[in-house]
Structure formats: structure tokens, C-alpha cells
């Protein structure tokens, strides 16, 4: 398995085919989400090769939005059976990989620790400083797909999704939970809501 050329690969392919609407799953999200995989890997001392497969279903797992908004993650399984073997991965490493970008769909629902990883890393800005700014990316992007038309039906999904949204981890249930709260409960005196 070569994680830096694939790597490459990968970079170099979100670069040059992702749609340029697509403000929120770009090269950013993707880097984001490896970034906090590392620090989770570094965080519980995952084993190199759990990390390996960390950081390639990291990489991977919003790609096949490059082919189809709803439902990417099945395009992106799809997409890592053409690729992967060709960077050394075994039919076993692929169904580990496959299993961690199924995770991520919604509602997450993680069976192992690296999928909770995974998905608690996906959404991680729902607890940080970013909150606001990570979710502007997604309401453009939501407005250029027409999965919702104004502000008000934003907020309206935003106030759903984390009232059901929950983190995996233990880091963050008790490093993300909080702040996302409060962010849910701004969100809720914004439009009156008890």
C-alpha cells in the first residue's frame, strides 16, 4: 500500500474534476477530514496499518460526489474497487475501506472504531470555531444542488440534523458535543424555537 502516491493520485484528480459549486465536498473537506483521522490515529495510538486504511478511506470517501451528489458514498466504494488494488490493497483491505465510507452516510451509523473515527471526523466542525463559516460552504453548495432555497429552510435542516446528529468517539462526545449544543441552541433562539 502506498498512501503518498495514492495520495497524489487523488489530490491531483479532486483538483481536476470536481465541479467548482461544490463549496462545501472539495479538496478542503477532504484534506480536513485526513487531518483530524491523523490526530485521532495519533490521540488512541491506532496500528499502522489500521491507519493506512484510516487515511485512505479519508481520502476517498466523498469522491463519487464528482459523479453523483446523492448517494457519493456508493460512488466513491465503487471508485476505490477500480483503484485501490492497483496501489496494493487486498480484497480484505477494501472491504475494511468500503465499510468506513459507508459509515459516513446519514445517519452515521459506525460498528468499529475506525468507522466512528471516520464519521466523527466528517462532521467535526459541527463542535469547533467553524461551525459557522464550514456551514456556509454547505448552505451554497445546498443552494447550487436545490436541496433547500433560502435561509430559513437552512436553518431548518441545520436545527434537524443536529438535534439527531451524534458524535462516536469519546473525544468527541466530550470535546465537539458541547459547542455543538450551543450552536443548536443559537440556532433555536434565532427562529424562537423552545
Given at each position: 500500500?502506498?498512501?503518498?502516491?495514492?495520495?497524489?493520485?487523488?489530490?491531483?484528480?479532486?483538483?481536476?474534476?470536481?465541479?467548482?459549486?461544490?463549496?462545501?465536498?472539495?479538496?478542503?473537506?477532504?484534506?480536513?477530514?485526513?487531518?483530524?483521522?491523523?490526530?485521532?490515529?495519533?490521540?488512541?495510538?491506532?496500528?499502522?496499518?489500521?491507519?493506512?486504511?484510516?487515511?485512505?478511506?479519508?481520502?476517498?470517501?466523498?469522491?463519487?460526489?464528482?459523479?453523483?451528489?446523492?448517494?457519493?458514498?456508493?460512488?466513491?466504494?465503487?471508485?476505490?474497487k477500480e483503484i485501490l488494488p492497483?496501489?496494493?490493497?487486498?480484497?480484505?483491505?477494501?472491504?475494511?475501506?468500503?465499510?468506513?465510507?459507508?459509515?459516513?452516510?446519514?445517519?452515521?451509523?459506525?460498528?468499529?472504531?475506525?468507522?466512528?473515527?471516520?464519521?466523527?471526523?466528517?462532521?467535526?466542525?459541527?463542535?469547533?470555531?467553524?461551525?459557522?463559516?464550514?456551514g456556509e460552504t454547505l448552505f451554497?453548495?445546498?443552494?447550487?444542488?436545490?436541496?433547500?432555497?433560502?435561509?430559513?429552510?437552512?436553518?431548518?435542516?441545520?436545527?434537524?440534523?443536529?438535534?439527531?446528529?451524534?458524535?462516536?468517539?469519546?473525544?468527541?462526545?466530550?470535546?465537539?458535543?458541547?459547542?455543538?449544543?450551543?450552536f443548536l441552541q443559537e440556532l433555536?433562539?434565532?427562529?424562537?424555537?423552545?
Open positions: 500500500m502506498n498512501i503518498s502516491k495514492l495520495k497524489n493520485y487523488l489530490t491531483a484528480k479532486l483538483k481536476s474534476d470536481l465541479p467548482k459549486n461544490l463549496t462545501y465536498h472539495g479538496l478542503h473537506h477532504t484534506m480536513e477530514v485526513l487531518d483530524v483521522c491523523n490526530q485521532y490515529i495519533k490521540r488512541l495510538h491506532i496500528s499502522a496499518e489500521d491507519a493506512y486504511l484510516l487515511r485512505t478511506a479519508a481520502l476517498i470517501h466523498d469522491i463519487g460526489i464528482m459523479w453523483t451528489y446523492n448517494g457519493h458514498e456508493e460512488a466513491s466504494v465503487r471508485y476505490s492497483a496501489f496494493g490493497y487486498s480484497k480484505t483491505d477494501l472491504a475494511k475501506i468500503e465499510r468506513m465510507i459507508l459509515a459516513t452516510q446519514i445517519p452515521q451509523k459506525p460498528k468499529n472504531i475506525l468507522e466512528k473515527i471516520i464519521c466523527d471526523a466528517d462532521l467535526d466542525y459541527l463542535g469547533t470555531k467553524n461551525f459557522y463559516k464550514t451554497k453548495e445546498f443552494i447550487a444542488y436545490k436541496v433547500i432555497a433560502n435561509e430559513k429552510e437552512w436553518d431548518a435542516l441545520q436545527i434537524r440534523f443536529l438535534t439527531n446528529h451524534h458524535y462516536h468517539t469519546d473525544f468527541a462526545i466530550k470535546n465537539r458535543e458541547p459547542l455543538k449544543q450551543k433555536k433562539t434565532k427562529w424562537n424555537i423552545a
